[in-house]
């Protein structure tokens, strides 16, 4: 492949090469160059203009029915791009609020497709979704938003200059992607200590590394490497979330006819205000391994994104490795790599700690006065099946192994003399 740039011509390799090089610069550690190369794509690359317009519209609750939602407020940025609420306030709250919890913006122009079922394919299509949904922003079409904007003299002025004509609705969309895309998830006490820094992580938080590739299978769906530091495969699973309330075969036996093939804003109105929500990818595929399934989410400031899961249920780290300590909620669907852990509470301790070390710099106050909320709340674990993640009842599985330290390949990472590098 050949790519003309700047009056050069570059072969596919050459240019990544190039792009990656240039990105290196100005990405914080612990964000890949070669990822962004790929996830953004020239045309949509953000500029200085288009970015402060994002910004704009992006906390502007004037894009809402009754100017009193923004993007912003169930996406705070003070707040790690969450609202820390299980699922958020909406334009028809406190009446009826969306089913889905509040997922971050940071590291979102990375993800392979939008929202927990992956619905949307890309941010300028994600972006769309929420200001015509009825109960999150109201609006009734995007030719109302669209007049709506055009009659604010700051937007008048502002899309002729970044677009070159009137505002439409995909460059709204357009804008507030641009400036979703300069949202990292990097530069994290872990990005040091891969960097070499011994000491930029404390013991427990190594250790946690260790169970986080060997007993504790995080690494099997929670992927990480210096080219897909996301800490997420990407992909759909049933962890048996929905299990403790859902019937699912009965309810995807009526989605199945309910749901309009290929009908976007069918499927986000079912999934947002409906029971059908807990269907998961199954609402946007209809296929049967997809039902209860949700996108696994990466684990980047983690620490600061409470409440957990794709409905909020899961208020602290804590809970969230009870769950899948004991293998999650059996149900017919549950993903196949769902089984008992057998971790000691020792070791759910470390694997907070690694956890908590995945905290942006920027968000490390938020990260303490969090991280001791939960601790607070330590010894409140609804979760909590000891028995079964011992394998003293139900199921027993095969616990994996923990990695040697003396043998790098198993966490995936170049390892030497005990100090790691990129």
Known sequence: MLIRRKGLVLGGATLAAGLAAALEGRLPRG???VLYELAVPPAAAPTPDKVALGDK??????LSINDQVSCATCHDPAR???????????VAAPAQRPQRNSPTVLNAMFNA?????????SLEEQAKLPILNPIEMGQKSPDEVVAKVRALPEYREAFPRVFGHEATYDDIAAAIAAFERTQYAGDAPFDRFI?????????????GWGLFNGKGR???CHAFSTVSPLFSDQKFHNIGIAAHKTDFIDLARKAASTVRAGDVKQVDELAIQTHFSELGRFLVTKQANDIGAFKTPGLRNVAVTAPYMHDGSLATLWDVMDHYNKGGVPNPNLDGGMQRLGLTEAEIDDLVAFMESLTTSKLAALAKQEMARQRARKNVRPERETAV?????????????T????????????????????
């Open 57 to 62: 519209l992006f906390n502007d609750k004037r």
């Open 218 to 220: 995080c690494g099997d």
């Open 389 to 401: 993640a011992m394998g003293k009842q139900g199921h027993l599985g095969d616990l994996a192994p």
């Open 113 to 121: 497709t939008q929202f927990w079922d992956g619905r949307a394919p």
């Open 195 to 207: 960097a070499g820094d011994e000491k930029a992580i404390g013991a427990a938080a190594k250790r």
């Open 403 to 422: 990695p040697d330290p003396a043998r790098p390949a198993a966490f995936g990472v170049l390892v030497r003399g005990g100090t790691s590098y990129e």
């Open 31 to 33: 964000v890949s160059a």
């Open 80 to 90: 790690g791009f969450v609202d820390h609420k299980p699922v958020p306030d909406g």
